[in-house]
C-alpha cells in the first residue's frame, strides 16, 4: 500500500518491476491505473505480446490477478480510442479474458 489510498498490483512479465495501480477514491469509485498492461482498443482489450514463453506465461498470470480486482474506472495509457473506460465486474472480466487470448 502506498500513501494515500493507491495500491500497487505487481504486473509481471510485462516489463521489470512493472505494477499497476489500484486507487479506491473516498467518494466510493475504484480506479485501476493500467498503463500499457491492458488497453482498450477498437470496442475492445488488448495487451503487449512477448516471443518469450516464460514471459507470457508471467503476463498471463498477472492479468488473471487483475482480473479479480473490482475497479469501476480502467485508465490507460496508449489506447487509440481514449485513455479511460468505465467498467463493470462482468466487463472487467470479459476484457482481462479478451487480453489474455492475445497471449496464446
Known amino acids: 500500500m502506498l500513501p494515500a489510498g493507491v495500491e500497487a498490483v505487481p ?3 510485462h516489463t521489470v518491476g512493472s505494477a ?3 486507487y479506491s477514491s473516498p ?3 475504484t480506479y485501476l491505473f493500467t ?5 482498450p482498443a477498437r470496442g475492445s ?3 503487449a505480446t512477448f516471443e518469450d514463453d516464460a514471459k507470457q506465461s508471467a503476463y498471463r498470470s498477472s492479468l488473471g490477478l487483475l482480473a479479480t480486482l473490482r475497479p469501476d474506472v480502467v485508465l490507460s495509457a496508449i489506447s487509440p480510442d481514449n485513455t479511460w473506460a468505465e467498467i463493470s465486474p462482468d466487463e472487467w472480466a470479459s476484457a482481462t ?3 489474455k487470448v492475445r497471449l496464446a
Open 27 to 29: 467518494h466510493g469509485r
Open 35 to 39: 498503463g500499457d498492461t491492458i488497453w
Open 97 to 99: 479474458d479478451t487480453a
Open 20 to 22: 499497476c495501480y489500484l
Open 45 to 47: 482489450w488488448t495487451s
Open 11 to 13: 504486473t509481471p512479465g
